[in-house]
């Protein structure tokens, strides 16, 4: 499940088939485990997620100075406008806050956002690494095992937030009861073969019986017919 992960995040490549996605969809990509963050603090840590607006605001920067040196044009206005409501559609102005809640509703107190990433153990860092690609809100969200150093009160607050994430989300985990909170449809993939079934985790378990319990029958009425 794991290589999966790793094949559609564009981490590694598959033996013999090719990935490929819509040329400006996002994805953002969280491993269960093995990230070590030294550099920066946690705030600035998970405001990396706003790198993604870098060239709009580099070219806005040179708008409004093409526009200070009276270059003035129809274009050049309703450009500047247009970035200027993406940001604030996207959130950009208000990244302070959102960092806040987010990082807040993943355990930390507001004297940790500026507290150095390596002043925090390794399970605490694995939570700075998932409160960033929550932050970058991509299209789709890929989450390894992210319950596994969340307490209660984390993996409760990442439940809502999950469900109420407006893009896609694909979760790998053996939490079956945070899979049943959070999902929709289950991906089984078995022998190759990848199967989707629509539903939570328990009702995914429950049709899986009623399948393999019509194959035992179908054996034995084989069988009895050899």
Known sequence: KTTLLKIIAGEMSADSIEMSHPKHMRIS???????????????????LAYE????????????????????????????????????????????????????????????DLNRLCSEFSGGWQMRIALAKVLAEKPNLLLLDEPTNYLDIEARYWLR????????SVMIVSHDRAFLDETINEVFELFHGDLKRYKGTYSQYESQ?????????????QQQIEI
């Open 29 to 47: 990509y969280l491993p269960q485990s093995d990230i070590v963050l030294e550099d920066g603090t946690a705030y600035e840590h998970v405001e």
């Open 52 to 111: 993604r607006f870098d060239p709009l605001i580099e070219e806005q920067r040179s708008i409004v100075e093409r526009l200070a040196n009276n270059e003035l044009s129809d274009y050049l206005l309703e450009r500047n406008h247009e970035i200027g409501e993406i940001l604030l559609h996207e959130g950009y102005y208000d990244r302070k806050t959102e960092i806040a809640i987010i990082l807040n509703g993943l355990g930390f107190h507001d004297s």
């Open 160 to 167: 809502n937030y999950l469900k109420a994430y407006p893009q």
């Open 208 to 220: 899986r019986e009623v399948e393999i319990q019509t194959l035992m029958k179908a054996y034995e």
